[in-house]
């Protein structure tokens, strides 16, 4: 009987042992889920403040400076080129009134066209009144359509009379009266083979070397 009892009280003290282990691996199982799941939000927020530094190193760094040249700076580079290269190799070219002039005689030739000695160089210019402004191609009542009829004085066409009218011709050109052209302007003015004589030519010779 002693016996009996004995025997059950062990195996009531061995479930209670095995329920008691049961409970304590429970605990210890809870436990490390959690430290486990701790860790894991640790690394992910180390992740993602290492993200964050990344995206803050991105928006800092600013992007490297070009050096660039312009289409208008190319044009203008490629104008002057192409002005240079276009430029005859005898001639000079006036910037401010774009007039291409002929370059400087280097020999004297017998009867060329001249406005001076220089023209001729070694020679000499001969003819009447040679450089000088020529007003005896202006004939007043002599009908035109335009200046040129009126031997290119500017403003000595009437365009209302048809004829030329040399003399307001010259008070066009700043002369008061034909008088003050005959004075100051006509076989006096120096000139050459451009127009510097309001519109008429400029006398010249022919060289004798």
Known sequence: MNSAKLYCWLVLAGLLLAVLAGD??????????????????VREGEQSSSNNSQMVL???????????????????????????????????????????????????VSGANCFGDSDCVTGRCLGIAVGKCNCGVCFTFLPCRNDAACGGLRG?????????????????????????????LCNVKDCSDRDSCYGLPCNSGFCAC
């Open 58 to 108: 991105v928006v800092v760094q600013t992007p490297p400076k070009k050096i660039t040249f312009t289409q208008a700076e190319a044009h203008v580079s490629k104008w002057e080129v192409e002005r240079t290269n276009s430029t005859p190799v005898n001639s000079t070219e006036d910037i401010n009134s774009n007039v291409m002039t002929k370059g400087v005689a280097t020999k004297c």
């Open 156 to 184: 000595a066409c009437d365009n209302q009379t048809r004829y030329c009218d040399c003399d307001k011709g010259f008070r066009a050109n700043g002369f008061q009266t034909i008088f003050d052209a005959a004075r100051l």
């Open 24 to 41: 304590l691996a429970g605990n210890e199982w809870d436990e490390g889920s959690a430290s486990g799941q701790d860790e894991g939000d």
